[in-house]
């Protein structure tokens, strides 16, 4: 089983303020998590701090807290409905371990949480240097309580910054074939992105290239989504795909390809032919440290944009708008467009990405309906000309700037959205950072299991060419038994994934 801790980062920036003290002492405060449900992964997301008041804690090089601030934390917890995170700081560097006088303290806090929250007993700790490690208490017998270690911290915002645990997630050794790549940034940088988990959304022109980028930078794992296969119409736009993989689903020739293409690297990939929109895509994608979405409708950038700000994962979407001109002799216009979605940057409602409106069309089915689409605008996103595979490699590219951007934080200068127009050779970075006032989604920070119980449905042209498809030797899907054995120890009949599951299998 796999562990980790997702955090907004402006509220990280809150936790650092307080836990990490000038004079060098350590401190303490509560936090308050909704929990995140993953294939292979069990998680939490933070979303709000609970600092002491006066009178709350005595810092005295080793520092407590009182039963007051205890109780006061466990009725907010109650009321809001969720886990709560222990946190104090050390004055030293790096991946902190436990003191013995630390392993007592959560021990005794982990049964009084569970019975105030019917959750798990978060532990984390901050080092001097900003880096969390983190635990989870989870009941094994009665009275007994074992702690779990998160194999990761995600922080996200105008920059991903990770906090590993090399004993969970240990450094890959690269051999000569990555020299040139890590003399780009470094071996610390390349530490930090090869043990990212990447999830793909889309595995059509753009996706493809960008899967390939991705092992060729030295990412080890992989989450291919995607339910379509592929037609010899694809042929000229899919990386890696010929004509001996028309019929099968794209996310299997792909990940064969991927494997066979990559450069003295041992990687994991999973590849599922499903949509996101499906209980088993949603599950898949939640697990990713980060998200490229690689489609083209409406729903799924909906679904994508909550994911986002729900669990503080960093989305990367991007989109080609290319037609002929009127005597259709030549281009009209082609611009690509790339940016990333994430706490504290622009959502891709507000940066109009898609409009609620066209998310119901594609629910009520009417997308898919010629009849209608031939009554709907010119300029509607369904009348957009198909796209080529050099326009692709341009938007992939740009995408996979964004992702390196996001890691890397070259000079400390985080990119906001970004559009090339082919015609001009323009490059237009003149958009929003921030959401617009009021938007909805800010709400949605920090909420994770509670926002992604909402968004799985069924997708009746997903399940279509899951029966057309021909069979490939790379098909893995998961096993529901495994899932709904490590979600209902972790969270049982509070997850919305084990009601799901119970439900339609």
């Known amino acids: 089983m796999n562990y980790k801790v997702n955090i907004p980062e402006a509220l990280n920036d809150v936790l650092k303020s307080h836990l990490i003290r000038p004079d060098g002492q350590e401190d303490l405060c509560f936090a308050l998590y909704n929990p995140i449900t993953a294939m292979?992964?069990?998680?939490?997301?933070?979303?709000?701090?609970?600092?002491?008041?006066?009178?709350?804690?005595?810092?005295?090089?080793?520092?407590?807290?009182?039963s007051k601030y205890l109780d006061r934390v466990g009725k907010i917890a109650r009321e809001k409905?969720?886990?709560?995170?222990?946190?104090?700081?050390?004055?030293?560097?790096?991946?902190?371990?436990?003191?013995?006088?630390?392993?007592?303290?959560?021990?005794?806090?982990?049964?009084?949480?569970?019975?105030?929250?019917d959750f798990p007993l978060l532990g984390m700790t901050i080092g001097e240097d900003s880096i969390w490690s983190a635990r989870f208490w989870i009941?094994?017998?009665?009275?007994?309580?074992?702690?779990?270690?998160?194999?990761?911290?995600?922080?996200?915002?105008?920059?991903?910054?990770?906090?590993?645990?090399?004993?969970?997630?240990?450094?890959?050794?690269?051999?000569?074939?990555?020299?040139?790549?890590?003399?780009?940034?470094?071996?610390?940088?390349?530490?930090?992105?090869?043990?990212?988990?990447?999830?793909?959304?889309?595995?059509?022109?753009?996706?493809?290239?960008?899967?390939?980028a991705l092992v060729k930078t030295g990412v080890r794992k992989l989450i291919l989504l995607d339910f379509d296969t592929v037609e010899r119409k694809n042929l000229d736009r899919l990386q890696g795909i010929g004509s001996q993989h028309?019929?099968?689903?794209?996310?299997?020739?792909?990940?064969?390809?991927?494997?066979?293409?990559?450069?003295?690297?041992e990687i994991s990939i999973i590849s599922l032919p499903y949509s996101l929109i499906e209980g088993e895509g949603l599950l898949a994608i939640l697990a990713s440290d980060v998200i490229f979405s690689c489609v083209d409708r409406p729903w799924p950038r909906y679904v994508l944009n909550k994911i986002s700000y729900a669990n503080a994962i960093p989305v990367i979407d991007g989109g080609i708008d290319a037609n002929q001109n009127k005597k259709r002799?030549?281009?009209?216009?082609?611009?690509?467009?790339?940016?990333?979605?994430?706490?504290?940057?622009?959502c891709l409602s507000c940066l109009g990405q898609y409009s609620p409106e066209d998310v119901s069309l594609e629910m009520s089915g009417l997308l898919e309906d010629?009849?209608?689409?031939?009554?709907?605008?010119?300029?509607?996103?369904?009348?957009?000309?198909e796209n080529v595979f050099a326009f692709s490699l341009g938007l992939a590219g740009m995408e996979i700037q964004q992702f390196l951007s996001l890691n890397l934080?070259?000079?400390?200068?985080?990119?906001?959205?970004?559009?090339?127009?082919?015609?001009?050779?323009?490059?237009?970075?003149?958009f929003d950072f921030n959401c617009k006032s009021g938007c909805e989604y800010q709400e949605l920070i920090g909420q994770g299991d509670k926002v992604n119980g909402n968004l799985a449905s069924q997708h009746a042209i997903a399940e279509e060419k899951r029966k057309s498809a021909i069979p490939s030797a790379e098909a893995n899907r998961p096993k529901e038994n495994y899932i709904l054995q490590f979600i209902l120890k972790l969270f049982g009949h509070r997850s919305w994934i084990a009601k799901m599951f119970k439900t339609n299998h």
Request: charged share 25%; with cysteine.
């Open 40 to 66: 292979g992964m069990a998680g939490a997301v933070l979303f709000e701090a609970i600092l002491p008041e006066q009178g709350d804690r005595d810092v005295h090089g080793n520092v407590s807290f009182s």
């Open 81 to 117: 409905k969720c886990g709560i995170c222990f946190m104090h700081s050390h004055p030293a560097r790096g991946w902190q371990g436990m003191s013995r006088d630390d392993i007592d303290a959560e021990n005794m806090l982990a049964p009084r949480c569970k019975a105030m929250t």
């Open 139 to 212: 009941k094994d017998r009665p009275k007994s309580y074992r702690r779990h270690f998160c194999s990761k911290v995600c922080v996200s915002g105008k920059k991903l910054h990770v906090s590993y645990y090399d004993e969970l997630a240990p450094k890959v050794h690269f051999g000569v074939e990555f020299t040139r790549t890590i003399s780009a940034w470094g071996q610390d940088k390349q530490d930090q992105i090869s043990r990212l988990c990447v999830g793909i959304v889309g595995l059509g022109s753009v996706g493809s290239i960008i899967a390939e």
């Open 246 to 265: 028309v019929g099968q689903h794209k996310v299997h020739a792909i990940k064969k390809h991927l494997e066979d293409v990559t450069p003295g690297l």
């Open 329 to 346: 002799d030549n281009i009209g216009q082609a611009r690509w467009k790339s940016h990333v979605t994430a706490p504290g940057r622009i």
């Open 370 to 385: 010629p009849h209608y689409i031939q009554g709907l605008p010119d300029e509607h996103f369904a009348k957009r000309g």
């Open 409 to 430: 934080q070259p000079l400390g200068i985080y990119y906001g959205p970004k559009e090339f127009d082919f015609n001009t050779g323009n490059i237009d970075a003149d």
